[in-house]
């Protein structure tokens, strides 16, 4: 596949993949969904492709008329929660305090290239999380982030604290915006205001310094030694292996793990890509387990989580394929490290 430029915002294939989920998940049809954005679901699985925001918005637009929902962008940007190690910004939930969290949690949807998409803005009446980009961008995209993060930012607190006070928007007023949380929440709709000069959401006073409950600094090292590995320059293909290790590790608990879908992802025959991957030094088995065994590690860092949720996050259909894979990795059962995180960070 030939990645085309953009003059308009970037938009990594990965982030339009969970939207488009999201969309799914509200019961808008995948065909009517794939036709609005004029790609298959397996170029949206590629982590070296990249789109134009105004992908965002006829993805929105197609959920909106399959739905008759004119305002869907914070249930879409709900679903698009992480709740695990395979979906964008889920590491950023171990960071030691709400600011950043926040900033890692954006600048884990690979949005707008290199320049990062927000910024946090200290002010004595409440810190403001700035949109940071100088190009017109789709209000679509906009809400859905702000959505996003708002709903993160709830999930972090915990209730210990409030987040948002207010948001407000560089563009109009869309048709029938009934703000967010949306009607299914318990919370009041937090004020949102538009037409102005910039576009920020802000927050409570001295919320950014909160602690995380969830903060965990073994899993930030262990998750950038992860990132680590498949680092490359983004949206090339400089490293075939690099890239299907990436590849496999957000679509562990979706679908497509198999060599023939990464090969349709690819645009190349199955045999090809086994044989590329060889020349590289690992098979797509053992990129496979590679993943696999690096991402059971950081469930067994987070340590909240049963043997059965960790087989399927890790893509297992049954226990007993994770129980057989991790005595061949560590050479005794999962059930002998349940509860102690110490033991895999050995």
Not at 20 to 30: D, F, G, V
């Amino acid at each position: 596949m030939n990645y085309p430029a953009f003059t308009s915002l970037k938009i990594s294939a990965q982030f339009l993949y969970r939207a488009y989920l999201s969309c799914h998940a509200l019961q808008a049809r995948k065909p009517q969904l794939l036709n609005a954005l004029q790609c298959s679901e397996s170029q949206l699985r590629d982590p070296g492709c990249q789109l134009g925001d105004e992908s965002i918005a006829s993805l929105c637009a197609a959920a909106q008329e399959e739905l008759n929902w004119p305002d869907i962008h914070s249930a879409i940007g709900q679903n698009m929660v992480p709740r695990g190690f395979s979906d964008l910004g889920f590491s950023a939930f171990f960071q030691p305090s709400f600011g950043e969290a926040l900033i890692q949690l954006v600048a884990e949807q690979r949005l707008g290239g290199d320049k990062p998409i927000v910024k946090l803005m200290p002010l004595s009446s409440g810190d403001r999380l700035v949109w940071n980009q100088d190009k017109a961008v789709s209000p679509d995209l906009v809400h859905i982030v702000f959505a996003l993060v708002y709903h993160c930012g709830e999930l972090l607190a915990d209730g210990r604290f409030n987040t948002v006070k207010a948001a407000h928007f560089a563009h109009p007023r869309p048709d029938g915006f009934r703000g967010f949380p949306d009607g299914g929440s318990t919370k009041s709709p937090i004020p949102c205001y538009f037409n102005r000069p910039s576009t920020y959401l802000e927050y409570h006073r001295l919320v950014m310094a909160n602690p995380i409950s969830r903060y965990n600094p073994a899993i930030i090292s262990a998750t950038r030694r992860q990132e680590a590995f498949f680092a490359r320059a983004r949206f090339e293909r400089e490293n075939l292996a690099k890239l299907t290790y990436e590849y496999l590790l957000y679509l562990l608990d979706k679908s497509g793990l198999s060599l023939d879908a990464a090969a349709i992802t690819f645009g190349m025959a199955e045999r090809t890509l086994r044989r590329k991957l060889v020349a590289e030094g690992m098979s797509y088995r053992q990129l496979l387990e590679q993943v696999r065994r690096d991402t059971c590690h950081l469930y067994f860092l987070e340590g909240t989580r049963n043997l059965s949720e960790i087989a399927a996050k890790l893509g297992y259909s049954e226990l007993s394929a994770f129980t057989r894979a991790y005595t061949s990795w560590y050479g005794h059962p999962p059930s002998q490290d349940t509860g102690s995180a110490t033991a895999l960070a050995a």
